[in-house]
């Protein structure tokens, strides 16, 4: 059960959660840098991946019906684009989202 709710900007998810590099897919996206790709797709081997993974270490990446995307800790299925696998879980108890605005997005627009 989830008890606390946690608001996070794409700085702050950055900062608080590195990824594991997608070694399934040398052409994934969601890179930095010269590294490779972090995100999963949501079907074949890279799925049955992410599905192999403690829970707490998943993340998804999700449409949002505003024309942002979002990272939500744990596996989703609605709105999904792929999936994140962090180095460090996420504590027991806690729900993390981060908004990662489109570019055509402005704060005057929300």
Not at 79 to 102: D, M, Q, T, W
């Amino acid at each position: 059960m989830t008890n606390i709710l946690i608001d996070w900007t794409e700085d702050e998810f950055d900062a608080n959660y590195k990824l594991r590099t997608n070694h399934l897919n040398p052409n994934a996206s969601w890179a930095f840098g010269d590294a490779g790709g972090c995100l999963f797709e949501t079907y074949g081997d890279e799925f049955a991946f992410v599905r192999r993974q403690d829970p707490r270490y998943v993340w998804t990446l999700l449409d949002g019906d505003d024309g942002d995307q979002f990272v939500a800790s744990g596996m989703h299925f609605v709105n999904r684009v792929g999936y994140l696998i962090s180095k460090v879980p996420v504590p027991e108890g806690v729900f993390i989202e981060a908004r990662i605005p489109s570019s055509a997005s402005t704060e005057g627009d929300r």
